[in-house]
């Protein structure tokens, strides 16, 4: 990865009346994009796959470079951020403020605890004057791959039971061992659904050998360490998970499969308690969500 620039801002008057920008990339990232891509990258246009909603918008862009290589990136943009983070980058300018560098230094911190995550290959906070800010983050295409709430029907249609029930149990035990690579160092997801773990699709017509590496964990935008409330956090990440799991295909033995391989030989029933709680709690929520859009038809 490229350095950081941060030896090269400018003082907190310029920052402050001025303003100026954080960029990281990869090595290969400038081959694609060209040197003048800062000056660019907020207003490209991006249609494939977008959505944009509440100031923030995400893009499919697909790039190739002078040697027609291809690079697929997904490009998350925030064009609207608070102010008063804009003025604390400035006043503070060593910590990632804004939500594309943020999610940048969750991605390189998951990646060096061993994580398997989508490749970061760009990212940039820029701050205008008068605390002015937006930000980007490009992170590569999961080409080939599936979310694990259409992976796992798509597997239970092609594979014949007892082998499918193999390939669960070995894929809950390596999903139970990426969550407790984040859990053990008091870090959440928070966002911990099946849709956030992907998986080749060539995976789900047959089993793999080992699933390590193969599994990758995505979206971490909202991780955070909390070692003072890590218990609670704990619960909500792990219901969240369960809750998620309520599709064609799973059963209560494949969740119990994944709790023996998460909890090891600890011994922790308040916890499984208090996840049981809290996933009814969803539960019952998204009934209600349910029971009143159907009631406006």
């Known amino acids: 990865m490229m350095p950081t ?10 920052r402050l009346r001025r303003g100026f920008r954080k960029l990281r990339q990869s090595a290969d990232w400038e081959a694609f994009v060209g040197p003048d891509w800062p000056d660019r990258i907020m207003s490209e246009e991006v249609t494939d796959r977008f959505h944009a909603k509440q100031g923030r918008s995400i893009g499919r862009w697909t790039l190739t470079d002078a040697d027609g290589r291809t690079l697929v990136v997904y490009l998350k943009r925030h064009y609207i951020l608070p102010r008063f983070d804009g003025i604390l980058a400035a006043v503070l300018p060593g910590a990632a403020r804004s939500p594309g560098l943020q999610e940048w230094e969750h ?23 008068g605390g002015r ?3 980007f983050l490009a992170v ?7 979310p694990l709430h259409e992976a796992i029907p798509l597997a239970y249609a092609h594979l014949e039971p007892a082998l499918f029930a193999r390939w669960k149990k070995s894929l809950a035990e390596e999903m139970a061992r990426l969550t407790r690579i984040l859990h053990d160092r008091s870090a959440f997801h928070k966002d911990l659904y099946l849709c956030h773990f992907y998986i080749h699709e060539d995976d789900t017509k047959r089993l793999p050998e080992a699933w390590a590496e193969r599994v990758i964990v995505i979206d971490l935008h909202r991780l955070a360490r909390h070692p003072f409330t890590a218990p609670w ?10 809750y998620s799991s309520e599709i064609p295909g799973v059963t209560a033995r494949d969740r119990l499969a994944f709790w023996r391989a998460y909890r ?3 011994q922790r029933g308040w916890l499984a308690r208090a996840i049981c709680w809290k996933w009814s709690l969803y539960r019952a929520h998204n009934q209600k969500r349910k029971l009143k859009a159907g009631g406006r038809k």
């Open 133 to 135: 800010m937006q930000s």
């Open 233 to 242: 956090r704990k619960v909500k990440d792990l219901a969240e998970l369960i």
């Open 140 to 146: 590569e295409e999961l080409t080939g791959m599936l």
């Open 5 to 14: 620039a941060l030896d090269r801002l400018p003082s907190l008057w310029q």
């Open 264 to 266: 090891g030989k600890r």
């Open 107 to 129: 991605l390189t911190w998951a990646a060096e605890q061993g994580l398997p995550v989508p490749r970061a290959v760009a990212a940039g906070e820029f701050v205008g004057p």
